[in-house]
């Protein structure tokens, strides 16, 4: 009879290595330190850290704003103006050639008005400064907040966190909000919540349908026409945002009218009170007084401005500074490199998935039919898509910042919401990236302008957006996205 072979001892003999406990490393100052370190470089470069510090930094934000608020004192420019012009309007005057302030005459169009009489009802006619000051605290951390989430779609979890803590370093920025309280604030998050609307329906092509898309772009625009109506610099990002809403459609010509039909039909129905008299006659002179001087001071695109106070523009001598020939030079070089963004990125076969000449008959030859390929398209790719959109908005506006005829102070809210994830779009390394951020924040903060700081802000300007074109890698995908398309 067979023996029985006897069990063995699970406890005797060698330990395989799955059962082997992991060595802890010692207990070292040395360890420690290296932990500690490891630790901060993962807060500063690793993508796992992002969403932990994003919402860390809009509570920072938020702190900052309260403590700036209290401990340095506000500083007058425009915003008791913007009281003196509100109070007219609320007084009955509609004529624009009547509303004046101490600065000035008004120059923005309605949405300015709506958005300063509740802030003229919430501070008591603006004598209560702190309640205004706490008001554009709550605007900057919503800006920081929507500012991340956009930053968060686009990057589809490989952002690291360095360029969110960008957004909370600018001395300037702070100035504009808080001590300031200048109108470019409220267009500037309308943009911001326009690019999330429309990264939203590019995650949402291919798994929706066409509709949801195409109401996310009905409301983007929407966005977009009330962020011009308090104040036209958004107008600089109309290139790229009729190529995104072009694709986000379907590629249907047809479509795409009815979204860009709805940006006059806002601006109408938002400067309904200046524009009545365009109804009720032509022949009234006093109608049409008040209908063409709203139109012509608040749509003013001949507005000269002062060489005083222009801060990219000091290298170069007054007389050209303002003279038609520097302007239509700007203009020139304006129109010339968005077109080569246009056509070397925006619309590059390898991106739209089809060659120009293909999608320009598409949309001639079959204007109410979707032609949109949708897995070989990258903005409408849920990965991809949401980076190219911003990226799209972001070059659109940047450009025209760069080819501005003059910008002021406050006009860094225009674009300095973008400029750190257009530096981590240029595929430098991060400390290259902060030092370009540490120069352009130095060129904001020279008062006033000098040649050197204005030289230096349009050299940063042009080498980010050069870095930005000349990396690949950020429009182009070689990888077969039939499989990669969700």
């Not at 530096?423 to 370009?436: E, K, M, P, Q, V």
Request: proline share 5%; with cysteine; charged share 10%.
């Amino acid at each position: 009879m067979p023996s029985i072979p006897e069990a063995k001892d699970s406890k005797s003999g060698p330990e395989t290595p799955a059962h082997k406990k992991p060595e802890l490393p010692e207990f070292t100052l040395k360890n420690v330190s290296l932990d500690i370190l490891h630790g901060v470089q993962a807060l500063v470069v690793s993508p796992k850290a992002t969403l932990i510090v994003a919402p860390m930094l809009v509570a920072v934000t938020s702190i900052l704003c309260k403590v700036i608020i209290a401990r340095v004192p506000y500083t007058e420019i425009d915003f008791s103006t913007y009281m003196q012009q509100v109070e007219l309007i609320n007084d009955g005057e509609l004529d624009y050639a009547q509303i004046y302030g101490d600065s000035g005459p008004i120059v923005y169009p309605a949405g300015f008005v709506q958005v300063y009489q509740f802030l003229y009802s919430m501070t008591d006619g603006g004598q209560q400064l702190r309640t205004a000051q706490y008001i554009f605290s709550l605007l900057l951390t919503s800006t920081t907040f929507l500012t991340s989430a956009v930053y968060i779609t686009a990057g589809a979890g490989s952002i690291p966190p360095w360029p969110f803590y960008l957004l909370v370093l600018s001395k300037r920025l702070f100035s504009i909000y808080l001590l300031r309280l200048f109108n470019d604030c409220f267009t500037t998050i309308a943009m911001i919540g326009v690019t999330l609307m429309l990264q939203q329906a590019s995650y949402w092509y291919s798994t929706a349908g066409t509709l949801i898309p195409y109401l996310l772009t009905l409301v983007a625009a929407d966005l977009f026409s009330l962020a011009i109506s308090v104040k036209m610099n958004a107008l600089l990002y109309l290139p790229g945002f009729v190529i995104v809403s072009y694709f986000l459609v379907g590629e249907n010509l047809v479509k795409l009218v009815s979204v860009l039909a709805v940006i006059p039909i806002v601006q109408v129905l938002v400067g309904w009170k200046f524009l009545l008299p365009l109804f009720l006659g032509s022949d009234d002179v006093d109608a049409s007084n008040i209908r063409w001087n709203y139109i012509n001071q608040a749509f003013d695109f001949s507005r000269k401005f002062l060489y005083k106070w222009t801060v990219n523009w000091k290298f170069i001598s007054e007389d050209t500074f303002l003279s038609d020939t520097f302007a239509n030079t700007l203009l020139i070089l304006n129109v010339a490199t968005l077109l080569v963004f246009i056509f070397t990125r925006f619309l590059s076969p390898k991106v739209t998935g089809k060659p120009l000449t293909e999608l320009i008959g598409a949309a001639i030859t079959k204007p109410f039919s979707s032609t949109a390929i949708k897995q070989k398209n990258l903005y409408l790719n849920s990965t991809h898509g949401p980076r190219l959109i911003l990226l799209t908005l972001a070059c659109s506006n940047v450009i025209g910042v760069l080819f501005a005829r003059s910008l002021h102070y406050q006009f860094l809210s225009w674009y300095c919401w973008q400029l750190p994830y257009l530096l981590y779009s240029t595929g430098w390394n991060f400390a290259i990236c902060g030092a370009i951020w540490a120069a352009h924040e130095y060129s904001w903060n020279v008062f006033p302008a000098t040649a050197a700081s204005s030289g230096l802000l349009v050299s940063i300007l042009s080498v980010v957006l050069f870095g930005v074109w000349n990396n690949r890698a950020n429009w182009f995908v070689e990888e077969d996205l039939n499989k990669k398309n969700q």
